[in-house]
């Protein structure tokens, strides 16, 4: 590998290295050391990020789309760079980094034209009624308005798009808040190189210098400083349900509480319906295949259970699921922790009483295989473990009764961030029975699709009730991410050239 990651954290415009120093652990190609973030560099990244509010947080919407904008050539610049060291770190193929980047760089200019339009401030007037009886009006203006400094928390799976200068800084840059990162250990080179392009843009624009720190990882009493601190408003956080839950717990227990937008995972489970299946049950079984290992199944919206009325159209899809599914070579897994944990996953999965196992082969080091199981409906609604995620290329077929028992399935399920629906003309009235349970359920639901690959857009709901995430009134994907560091002020009789710009 040509470029060589000098291991050190930016805070506030300074690259500074640590006295203690972690090891990371790539897929392949060679480790390297990086500092240890502590409590000490969040004191003073969430200090920096605190002053920078004072101007960034008031600075126009031009401004800011224009920030956005550099920080997206900042990064194309480093394409090369990043794509390198992030195969390397990861295991993930080239194309798969560069479309990330894609993404990433995507979503930070569709964040900047969003704002110009200004239709987010959702600004609201009320002209003053002096003479209204019995109580005259006062003049009133409404506008959202930033919350101040955002901790976010770079993502295992997307080292690209939901970490460094992924969709939560993307949002809260956008909102007008400045951003401390703390970095994720399995891929640091990777967020340096990305940090350097933030610290370039910064620069070019004049900008505050701590209205952007990366502290990288390895030390846990990092995250908890972070989430703690008085400066930081809000959290963005994508991860496991334990993590999360331990650091939202965190946010709570705060002398002032704050919101923490955590996005956590789930099954997301497809449910056939008859016509569809019997017209082209093994098309799905092969889309499922495809979707179930994509990545290593390592998207939190890899859809892990399909539902299915038992009989002779679930005996062919589950067969052309199997003989799909076999095909699939074994994958390089994104960290050894994670492939440790879904080993755990399939042995829990297949201990499970009434569980069969349909395909499936040994698994070690950081390499994972694609396993299958089938079960009956009754067997998954006694057991609460066979609906919790399995990090990785593991489906589960749960075999119904009938339409009726598919609904009991549905009105089981915790949050999720998505739900599908295959459905042909004839299946109209089943959908219709089961669309209003699964709307309670999930933040986004797919008719004759697969959950894997989200698009950034206006419309796009990333988020669920929980557990898929810790605010289902919000979404981590798409321009209405913005909103979840905004906050509504109402100005009273306030003379117009003191207001805001965005409300002269």
Known sequence: MNFKPHGKHLIAGEWIAGAATFRSEPANGDAHEFAVGTPELVDAACKAAEAAFETYGWASREDRAKFLHTIAD???????????IGTSET???????????????GQLRLFAEHILKGDYLDRRHDEALPDRQPLPRPELFMMQRPFGPVAVFGASNFPLAFSTAGGDTAAALAAGC???????????????IVAEAIHAAIKSCNIHPGVFSLIQGGNRAVGQA?????????????GSLAGGRALFDLCAA???????YGELGSVNPMFLLPKAVAARGSDIAKGWAG??????????????????????????FASAAKEALATVDKQTMLTDGIAEAYRKGVKRVAASTGVAELIGTSCETRHAAPYLFETTGEAWLANEELAEEVFGPLGIIVRVKGEAQMRDIARALQGQLTCTLHLDDGDADVARGLLP??????GRLLANGFPTGVEVSDTMVHGGPYPASTNFGATSVG?????????????QNIPHNVLPEDLR
């Open 479 to 491: 321009t209405l991410a913005i909103r979840r560091f905004l906050r509504p002020v109402c100005y």
């Open 226 to 238: 972070l989430v703690q601190h008085e400066n930081i408003t809000a959290v963005g956080f994508t």
């Open 437 to 442: 349970i699964l709307e309670r359920k999930a």
């Open 254 to 260: 705060r002398p002032t509480p704050i919101p923490f």
């Open 291 to 316: 979707s179930l290992t994509m990545g290593a199944g390592q998207f939190c919206t890899n859809p892990g259970i399909a539902v299915v009325i038992a009989g002779s159209e679930a005996d062919a």
């Open 74 to 84: 900042e990064i194309e610049a480093r394409g090369d760079q990043i794509t390198e």
């Open 178 to 192: 400045p951003v401390v990162v703390k970095g994720h250990s399995a891929h640091p080179g990777t967020g340096e």
């Open 91 to 105: 295991g993930l193929p080239a194309a798969r980094l560069q479309g990330e980047r894609g993404r990433t760089t």
